[in-house]
């Protein structure tokens, strides 16, 4: 019995070293090479609509519209926010939902690997998968996966997609405000529309611009470095 229980343990242990091995292999060709898909595309039940295109490509305003809308502490934490991840627990054992603190390198290992909805145990890949992000591609490049990956509408995924289905322009040439309409569809892309702003979405999207400008133009020029 002791015997079959040590091959059945070899077993699983070899099993997840490889798979381990296997994910960072991906990661590894996905730090050059654009995703051909992901698992938030593969799980759309609309016909999905992307194109990449190269964050350099990007008027600057464009990746920190999204930084200010979805993880102003972008450049300074690595991969997970633990500040955000303590209030989230705290307000659970308050009694409210489980909500995200995700930051966009957790998003963009939720939509590259795992599944929408929220669970302790997504949480806890999606956290593993974060910091192996950040080890492995760098600030820069999340953020331009990310860009290029996350969905802006009914099967839309990525900012050139969004661009030309919402203003019927290139991403590369967006406006600063058309930027931060396009950050603000981030975390109900399927129920807004950047052409067809409520009252509560045109004032967030006038925060966003204050938070743009607050934090200057300058803010993420450490992570493109």
Do not use: C
């Amino acid at each position: 019995m002791a015997k079959r229980k040590r091959g059945i343990f070899r077993k699983v242990w070899t099993i997840i070293w490889r798979a381990l091995l296997l994910l960072m292999l991906v990661l590894l060709v996905f730090r050059f090479v654009p995703p051909p898909t992901t698992a938030f595309m593969l799980q759309s039940n609309y016909p999905v609509k992307q194109t990449w295109i190269s964050i350099d490509k990007l008027p600057s305003y464009m990746p920190l519209a999204v930084v200010a809308a979805e993880d102003q502490r972008f450049p300074e934490h690595f991969g997970v926010d633990f500040t955000a991840i303590s209030k989230a627990l705290t307000q659970y054992d308050e009694g409210d939902g489980l909500r995200g603190a995700s930051t966009i390198t957790q998003q963009t290992a939720k939509n590259l690997f795992l599944w929408s909805g929220r669970s302790f145990i997504r949480k806890g890949l999606e956290a593993g998968l974060a910091v192996s992000l950040e080890a492995l591609w760098g600030k820069k490049r999340i953020l331009e996966v990310y860009l290029n990956v996350a969905e802006f509408g009914k099967g839309i995924y990525g900012v050139e997609a969004a661009s030309q289905h919402y203003f019927g322009r290139s991403a590369s040439k967006l406006t600063m405000n058309q930027a931060a309409r396009l950050a603000i569809l981030l975390p109900s892309p399927r129920t807004r529309n950047p052409n067809d702003l409520t009252f509560y979405l045109r004032q967030r999207v006038n925060w966003v611009e204050q938070q743009m400008q607050q934090l200057g133009p300058d803010y993420l020029t450490p992570v493109f470095e």
